[in-house]
């Protein structure tokens, strides 16, 4: 799990003594359909960001899937290096050197081993990638060897200042940071290993690197579609901005989804942990030590009565053509939250609440998308569009990574690290909404879409639309 910012420092002490609670309650819970059982033959696959959001979202489904005589596999995405707070924390002082970083990542790395062999899994099952922790999304956005020809440079971590994988008992060690080689290590586990069910971090997640898995594994499973039976997909939440409340270790209390999605379009499903589960859940959570010093407030708040999981549908858009905009149809439409990276990262004073609609809809050879908002668009507003469009016949390494920056009825595109001229994307930018119409062509002719929307005022951002997959039929 990447680093939040906490105004307390310290570590938080609970006790570490049993507990009976009764049979869970879930209250409203019960309206949330419950994940099916394992079975002998499932082959689990675990993908976590960071070491400890394994343990954090699914530590009680580890168990189940072993008691059940079920195979599960970890594969963690990057050692979480990036974690400057924690180390300061943890450290009990100030380091800028990059060598230090990377005996973060290498402790991250050995706590994880030793939870999940408490948890009953042995480090044979475990696969340390060692991608760079608040990276991997600038690195699917814009780092992509392929496209540039060989002209990109691979990402430079910000701390570390390496560009490729440094540790050495990693399965991906010396691999550059490009997104060929992510999704190349991503892709041979998954084809190997053969899982029926996948659990991953969600797409609504704030964390960059949960975001960047989630859109990894799309594109993974797109180019195994013929090589291996499409596995079930369970997204997991972790970092959502005021959730989940009250902080703290409570085993008595259930888990429920954030106020923001409980109507939204969000399908979600629980997990009853056991009595027994729940406290092996806890405990190993309390591995992680160099995390739990600074946020064992918030990394326990995760330890109760259930585990949550949810994904949206794929939307399917049906070509329209020479329509007047009125008589345009659009997609059921996409809600917008509010979102901050970091909780503490804003007053609340300053924080807008998030309204208004996103939705979608092919006209004439454009993807269009529509923003509309009840409230007056002031020449402030902003918004920043990602859309990373997939085509079976094209490897995806080459497929156009469209960024759309718009600031009133201007805007800018990108394409990867590079400024788009005459792009033929066109704005439409009303009292109450903003539409832009991007060419089909510009995105490579694409089978589905992977996009996404953040709304700002100013260099305040306000509303997002979490990524969803869009299919043209």
């Not at 814009?142 to 399965?171: E, M």
């Not at 290590?185 to 960047?212: E, G, M």
């Amino acid at each position: 799990m990447r680093k939040i910012r906490f105004l307390m420092l310290g570590l938080i002490l609970f006790s570490g003594g049993c507990f009976t609670p009764q049979k869970p309650d879930l209250g409203g819970q019960n309206r949330y359909a419950e994940l099916e059982s394992f079975k002998q033959n499932d082959r689990i696959l675990i993908l976590a960001p960071h070491p400890d959001d394994e343990s954090i979202a699914c530590a009680g489904i580890i168990q189940k899937a072993l008691i059940a005589g079920a195979q599960v596999k970890v594969v963690y995405l990057t050692n979480g290096d990036h974690n400057e707070f924690a180390f300061i924390v943890y450290e009990k002082r100030i380091t800028f050197r990059q060598g230090e970083f990377i005996y973060l990542g290498q402790l991250r790395q050995k706590e994880s081993i030793k939870a999940m062999k408490f948890l009953g899994l042995s480090e044979k099952d475990l696969v340390f990638l060692g991608y760079p922790d608040y990276g991997t999304f600038e690195i699917f956005c814009k780092y992509w060897q392929t496209a540039s020809a060989g002209r990109s440079k691979p990402f430079r971590d910000r701390l570390t200042r390496i560009s490729s994988v440094p540790y050495r008992d990693n399965s991906s060690y010396g691999a550059k940071y490009y997104g060929e080689n992510i999704l190349s290590d991503l892709t041979k586990h998954i084809l190997d290993y053969q899982p029926n069910k996948i659990f991953v971090s969600h797409p609504a997640d704030v964390n960059v690197d949960h975001k960047a898995l989630y859109l990894f594994l799309q594109v993974a499973l797109s180019d195994l579609e013929t090589q291996m039976a499409k596995p079930k997909i369970y997204p997991y939440l972790v970092h959502c901005v005021g959730w989940p409340k009250p902080r703290h270790y409570h085993p008595e209390l259930a888990l429920s989804p954030p106020d923001k999605f409980i109507d939204s379009a969000l399908n979600w499903l629980r997990s009853d942990l056991t009595p027994e589960e729940l406290v092996k859940k806890y405990r190993s959570i309390l591995f992680y030590k160099s995390q739990t010093q600074s946020s064992a407030f918030y990394l326990f708040s995760f330890a109760r009565k259930n585990e949550l999981f949810s994904d949206y549908v794929d939307l399917e858009l049906k070509p329209q053509s020479s329509l007047p905009a009125k008589d345009i149809v659009y997609s059921d439409a996409g809600e917008m939250f509010e979102e901050t990276e970091y909780s503490n990262d804003l007053k609340q004073s300053e924080i807008i609440e998030a309204e208004g609609s996103v939705s979608y809809a092919v006209v004439d050879d454009y993807f269009v998308v529509r923003l509309d908002k009840p409230k007056k668009l002031s020449s402030r507003f902003g918004v920043m569009l990602y859309i990373f469009g997939y085509r079976q016949t094209v490897p995806f390494a080459r497929m156009p990574k469209i960024r759309i920056i718009t600031a009133g009825n201007k805007c800018k595109v990108f394409n990867l690290k590079d400024k788009v001229v005459n792009s033929g994307v066109l704005l439409d930018f009303k009292k109450n909404s903003l539409i832009i119409r991007i060419p089909l062509k510009l995105l490579g002719q694409p089978d589905y879409m992977l996009t996404a929307l953040k709304a700002y005022h100013g260099d305040l951002p306000i509303d997002v639309v979490a990524f969803r997959k869009v299919q043209i039929k």
